[in-house]
């Protein structure tokens, strides 16, 4: 059910759906202000929450609008869930041209793992023209739990593993042979706890290598990974759109069912040496 009320609070942000969920828009209030010209209110048009794999790495939910016959014009979006700490509404101005689609991306905050997720906390808000449009209990929450499920996985899974980028990164080789070499700190187990690091996963610009995984760990067990970056692509537009540094280590932790994603992001000094890196392989000057 969509309803419209003037836009007066910040409300809590975002949760991400691991497949595709979608909700068709209905009704609002008749006081709403009037679409421009040759538009259609946000509310007839279709509404997708879905996730892309890098998506789900950057931890972020794409919100794919639809529009029907006319133009839909939206100006802000949040899905609103008590499973996540909020960052707040997603400004936009955007326009979705007739029966074309649009994807806005709206950051995850924190998961709540203490919340037990219902349908009923689960919403979705779009300002439109200084109003907030929102539409109650969308399709998909089975799915949002599961999302919820998965990201108090990861967060348990970095307390019970600790994984960390160490300080001295290392170049050998030079020019397209380059190798760039970072230590990565696995470790201690927690007590109670036994794993399995089973990949480091690369972006779209970087993939990562490495000799020693699988890697199984008991309680108490440390271990140092050298990883190795080599360019995925080299062509220099792909900056303009790719989260370059979002890797993440893939997880296996006695009592999850499904592997799990924990970001591994490197400090600022480490990018710009990624980058550097990048340039001598690939001979290229950004």
């Known amino acids: 059910m969509a309803t419209c009320s003037p836009l007066a609070r910040n409300v809590p942000v975002a949760v991400a759906a691991l497949a595709l969920v979608t909700s068709a828009l209905v009704g609002c209030s008749p006081d709403a202000p009037p ?15 879905m996730q892309y794999t890098h998506d789900r790495v950057n931890r972020v939910l794409v919100v794919k609008i639809e529009a029907g016959d006319q133009p839909v014009r939206v100006q802000g979006v949040e899905v609103v869930s008590g499973a996540f700490s909020g960052t707040g509404p997603r400004e936009y101005d955007a326009t979705v041209s007739p029966h074309a ?65 160490g300080a001295r990164w290392r170049a050998t080789g030079a020019g397209e042979d380059l190798v760039l070499h970072a230590p990565l700190h696995v470790g201690p187990v927690s007590s109670g706890t036994a794993a399995r690091l089973v990949a480091v996963e690369g972006s779209v610009i970087f993939v990562p290598e490495t000799d020693r995984l699988p890697l199984d760990l008991a309680v108490g067990d440390t271990r140092l990974v050298d990883v190795r970056f080599r360019p995925n692509r080299c062509d220099a537009h792909v900056w303009e759109t790719s989260m370059g540094f979002q890797f993440a280590a893939r997880l296996r932790i006695t009592g999850v069912a499904e592997d799990v994603l924990v970001p591994l992001v490197p400090p600022r000094p480490k990018q710009q040496l990624l980058t550097r890196s990048w340039q001598e392989q690939c001979d290229v000057t950004r």
Not at 35 to 49: D, I, Y
Not at 123 to 136: A, C, N
């Open 35 to 49: 679409s421009p010209s040759g538009a259609e209110p946000v509310e007839n048009a279709t509404t997708t929450l």
């Open 101 to 165: 689609t649009l994807d806005l991306r709206v950051p995850l905050g924190d998961p709540v793992c203490d919340h037990d997720l219902s349908p009923a906390d689960v919403s979705v808000e779009f300002r439109v023209h200084g109003d907030r449009v929102v539409v109650e209990e969308p399709a998909g929450s089975d799915t949002l739990a599961s999302i919820h499920q998965q990201e108090c996985a990861a967060k348990t899974a970095v307390e019970e593993l600790p994984l960390v980028w």
